[in-house]
Every structure is written in structure tokens, then in C-alpha cells.
């Protein structure tokens, strides 16, 4: 079965980061997991760039995906976030959020 990594990158609204990392880590992930197709949800806050003046956003979640049908399981998503039976939080920049899929091209490199 083809495996993805669907990487999502955001930032919360001015003064709202407690109430956006609550939702994140107490709905948003339990909600995207349980998505067919995505298998694990991790989030992680920007440490550092590497890159000179480049401005990355502050959060980033990276979530599991094993499907035969990608298509459908962002349709899955996509309905799930645009009918209401998904709650998104007003504390999310939505404007500023950065989504996209990646296919996996072979197994990790390791020691």
C-alpha cells in the first residue's frame, strides 16, 4: 500500500497560542487520525531555520498516511473540515497555513 506524509505547516492568531496548541494536541490530531488512511499525527514548533532569511511558520505536523486512494482520503479530510464534523479552531491562521503531500520514494537511510 503507498505511504504518504501529509506535512502541514501554521501559525496561531496573535495571542491566541495556548488556546490554538490546546485545540491542536486535544481535537485536531484525535480528529485527523481518525481519518481513514492517516495512521499517526506528530507536531513539532520550529527550533531554529537553516536557511538565511527564510521565515518558516512556527508549528509543523507531519501525519502518517497509508492508502490506495490518496484522493479520496483528503476528500475524506476536506469534508470532514468543510462540513462542520470537524471543528476548526478560530485560534488557527487559517490564511497563513501551508499544506501539502509526499509519496514515499523508499525505505528511511539509517546508521
Known amino acids: 500500500m503507498p505511504k504518504y506524509k501529509l506535512v502541514v ?6 495571542g491566541r ?4 496548541n490546546d485545540w491542536y494536541r486535544e481535537v485536531h ?3 485527523l487520525v481518525a481519518i481513514d488512511g492517516i495512521k499517526s499525527a506528530q507536531r513539532f ?8 532569511n527564510a521565515e518558516p511558520l512556527p ?3 507531519i501525519y502518517d498516511v497509508e492508502t490506495d486512494d490518496i484522493d ?3 476528500e475524506d479530510l476536506q469534508s470532514c473540515a468543510t462540513s462542520g ?3 476548526i479552531s478560530p485560534a488557527l491562521s ?5 499544506g501539502a503531500v509526499y509519496e514515499e520514494l523508499g525505505p528511511p537511510v539509517t546508521r
Open 17 to 20: 497560542e495556548q488556546e490554538y
Open 94 to 98: 487559517i490564511e497563513e497555513a501551508f
Open 9 to 14: 505547516m501554521t501559525r496561531p492568531v496573535d
Open 85 to 87: 464534523r470537524m471543528f
Open 72 to 74: 479520496k482520503t483528503l
Open 29 to 31: 490530531l484525535p480528529d
Open 45 to 52: 514548533r520550529l527550533s531554529r531555520a537553516v536557511v538565511p
Open 59 to 61: 508549528y509543523l505536523a
